[in-house]
């Protein structure tokens, strides 16, 4: 049987390409449960397109209910009647099939379009305007190569519904930017071409450790086979892209390690595409200290730290699907003893505007009052969905008032201001999880992450029960804690010469 390309192949390819073969060709056996939170992405997918549908007041055809060829030759006869609004449709060409959410009549022709949970495009800062999600467009232009193949395209504008009530048009032929003045059309037959090479089996994929590892179903299996090759990816910052730029010098950790990197520097500039010799050197001696035994930590560069009796440590939870922070939490200590720590949660009662805003003004009222402090936080995501937040509530706080937070010298962000720049750890990543349970801290859940809280509140909002509300505070102070765990063993790590 033909294996054809789907919109959900290519999308899971722009992610990791190595997924594709996973599906495609892997024991089943090998594959890890399905993640909750992976699952709660499937049903509220499935409610939102619901209730977007059932709020439309034009007709539609709705063709949810069909599958396979049936759902396939209904939809045909619908484009050919010319109906106005197709709903979960099906429509084939050669080697490509697609199911737009929707496919909307536009003058004589079609544009099909995606309903979305989320956000129709990524980037952006408050009202500000995004960029188009590539995982999203190489679906929307799978959809509209096929209506062109079928004869029926109007242009090459598909668009997205998402959750903020948007459209979202992708211009697919349109320049991406300076950087990247190919188009998404571009981008679409570059991963067509490469997902048809992996169905071919012309091209081999390799498994390389990333940010969107954790949620996959394969993430054990390619665990396992990275940790056996001693792959390069498990160095942090060291991914893809850089890995496979790599391997005409060396392969495994091992043999970075065992590399003079001045022999792969040629004046400014490395042997090795898109990698400097600064960058060279950093991930030769984040490969030693992964080789060498009983390898520990150290400061690149002295650290300078504000001085304050108080100190708070803050962390916030937020629903992109429903487009809501729902936590802001805080540990609070005094003269540098933890055992005067307590922990202050603004937790949002229910997914709205208006629980959204109380729990940012309660949030932001505790900081005034803890004035003076030192705040830490870890990463920009805090003074990223903080922005986002004064845009959306300015009666909370002023846009001066946000700057001047996250701009004084007390307000530290552990990962930007000191991890990243001044320290190296034998660690494949650098996240607070990683990092915290590295120096001896256990998170009380068996679970923790992110995406469980999000799936945590969920149940929570739809059930009330306490001891889901319980979790996700202790998620989060966890995560607060873990953050005051890194300070101290930041300051406790020598001081290497660097040369």
């Given amino acids: 049987m033909k294996t054809m390309i789907t919109a959900s192949m290519l999308y899971n390819l722009i992610q990791c390409p190595h997924r594709v073969s996973m599906d495609l060709f892997e024991d089943p056996a090998l594959r890890d449960p399905e993640n909750p939170f992976v699952q709660l ?30 759902k396939e030759c209904r939809t045909l006869e619908a484009l050919a009647r010319g109906d ?54 190489v679906q929307l232009a799978l959809y509209t190569d096929i209506v062109e193949r079928l004869g029926l395209s109007t242009g090459r504008r598909p668009f997205v519904w998402d959750v903020r009530g948007r459209e979202v048009v992708y211009d697919l032929d349109a320049p991406q930017g300076v950087r990247s003045p190919g188009s998404l059309w571009d981008e679409y037959l570059w991963a067509l071409e490469r ?12 498994p390389a450790y990333g940010s969107v590892c954790k949620l996959c179903h394969w993430y054990t299996a390619c665990l396992r086979r990275l940790k056996d090759a001693d792959d390069l990816t498990l160095i942090p910052e060291l991914g893809r892209t850089k890995r496979d730029g790599m391997t005409g010098h060396f392969r495994t950790i091992h043999e970075l390690a065992r590399t003079d990197p001045e022999t792969l520097i040629r004046g400014n500039k490395t042997v090795i595409p898109g990698v400097g ?32 009796d108080r100190e708070i440590f803050f962390d916030i939870e937020t629903d992109p699907m429903r487009d809501i922070c729902y936590l802001h939490g805080f540990i609070e200590r005094r003269g540098r003893d933890s055992r005067t720590e307590r922990y202050v949660a603004f937790l949002a009662g229910e997914p709205t505007d208006r629980e959204e805003e109380k729990a ?30 004064q845009k959306k509530y300015p009666s909370v706080m002023t846009g001066e008032e946000l700057d001047r937070l996250f701009d004084q010298e007390t307000t530290v962000d552990l990962y930007h201001h000191v991890v990243r720049p001044k320290t190296e750890w034998p660690t494949r990543d650098f996240s607070i999880k990683t990092l915290a349970s590295y120096l001896g801290f256990s998170w009380r859940d068996s679970n923790p992450s992110g995406a469980a809280s999000i799936e945590w509140y969920h149940r929570w909002t739809e059930s009330g029960d306490p001891d889901i509300r319980q979790r996700i505070l202790d998620y989060n102070e ?22």
Wanted: hydrophobic share 35%; proline share 5%; charged share 30%.
């Fill in 41 to 70: 992405l499937w049903e509220r997918g499935n409610a939102f397109e619901k209730e977007v549908m059932e709020g439309l007041d034009v007709p539609v055809t709705d063709l949810h209910a069909f599958h396979g060829a049936e």
């Fill in 195 to 206: 997902a048809r090479a992996v169905v071919r089996r012309t091209e081999r994929t390799l």
């Fill in 84 to 137: 106005e609004l197709i709903y979960s449709g099906r429509v084939r060409s050669g080697d490509l099939v697609g199911e737009p959410d929707i496919l909307r009549r536009e003058g004589k022709g079609y544009a099909a379009g995606d309903i979305k949970s989320g956000a129709g495009e990524e980037g952006g800062n408050g009202n500000d305007q995004g960029r188009p999600k590539k995982h999203y467009a």
């Fill in 478 to 499: 966890d995560d607060c804690i873990a953050m005051r765990v890194l300070l101290e063993g930041i300051e406790k790590l020598p001081l290497r010469k660097q040369g």
């Fill in 360 to 389: 940012f003004a309660g949030a932001w009222a505790y900081i005034q009052e803890c004035q003076p402090c030192a705040i830490y936080y870890y990463s920009s995501y805090e003074r990223t969905i903080w922005r986002r937040l």
């Fill in 277 to 308: 010799p600064d960058m060279l050197r950093k991930l030769r001696k984040r490969a030693l200290l992964q080789t060498e035994r009983g390898a520990r930590p150290y400061l690149k560069e002295p650290v300078r730290l504000p001085v304050s």
